[in-house]
């Protein structure tokens, strides 16, 4: 999964533990926006835009996305709305990340067969062309289903193309052990066992034969 690494985008469905993805659950529009203030690292906020997140947990993230100017509402044109409870869709996401990336080029447009007429026509058309959606009928891939609600995979499969992550393998058997190794490992610890890789590469094949801990005995 190209989130839990690296920029610490998604952190899980299942607080405080987060050892869970959920990965067919629908994401909100409030946690679209967690998802792109963490990946774009924004800090402006605008004091209080919107009138329907108060008392949210993602309230101070719809707050720096409208900042960024991401996001303009939910109820067009007055937008004084968020509605972060809502399942965000496929066209949504389509003109978020194109606020939030900058994307401009659409190619030759009418992309996909599906979303004539949509709002989001142009969005989608760009997201397209920046290789950051394929479509949402493969192998053929000449829909986009605008109105379709996003998925959590689908929400990590968009956003590490965008971001041009790389997905790493699993460092443990499971995505659990590989999550609280890395919650153990804190940045001051995790630099120096990168440093000592780098300095001293006869001694990687450690990381495969020694468990975390041990690990860390042999490098200090």
């Known amino acids: 999964m190209g989130l839990g690494w690296g920029p610490q985008i998604a952190r899980g469905c299942n607080p ?4 869970k993805y959920c990965p067919e659950d629908m994401v ?3 946690q679209m926006a967690a998802f792109l203030v963490r990946a774009l690292n924004l800090t402006g906020r605008l004091d209080d835009p ?15 996305l409208a900042a960024a100017g991401v996001t303009r509402g939910c109820n067009p044109p007055a937008n004084h709305l968020f509605c972060p409870n809502d399942p965000v869709t496929r066209g949504q996401m389509a003109a978020l990340l194109v606020r939030a990336m900058g994307y401009a080029d659409s190619g030759e447009g009418d992309l996909f067969a599906d979303d ?16 950051v959606t394929r479509g949402c009928n493969p192998p053929v891939n000449d ?10 995979d689908q929400m990590a499969s968009f956003l590490t193309r965008a971001l041009g992550l790389t997905p790493r393998s699993s460092c443990f058997a499971t995505a659990s052990s590989c999550h609280r190794f890395h919650r153990w490992m804190r940045p ?3 630099r120096r066992l990168l440093l000592r ?4 590469p006869w001694m990687t094949w450690l990381g495969t034969a ?6 860390w005995d042999v490098y200090r």
């Open 197 to 200: 890789r780098h300095c001293r």
């Open 28 to 30: 909100s529009r409030g």
């Open 143 to 152: 829909m986009f289903c605008p109105d379709a609600p996003v998925l959590c």
């Open 50 to 64: 919107f009138t329907d997140d108060d008392g949210s947990v993602f309230e101070a993230s719809i707050e720096k």
């Open 210 to 215: 020694l468990s975390g801990r041990a690990m």
């Open 188 to 190: 001051p610890l995790r």
């Open 16 to 19: 405080p533990v987060n050892d």
């Open 116 to 131: 004539d007429g949509s709002v989001f026509e142009a969005n989608i058309d760009k997201l397209g062309t920046a290789g």
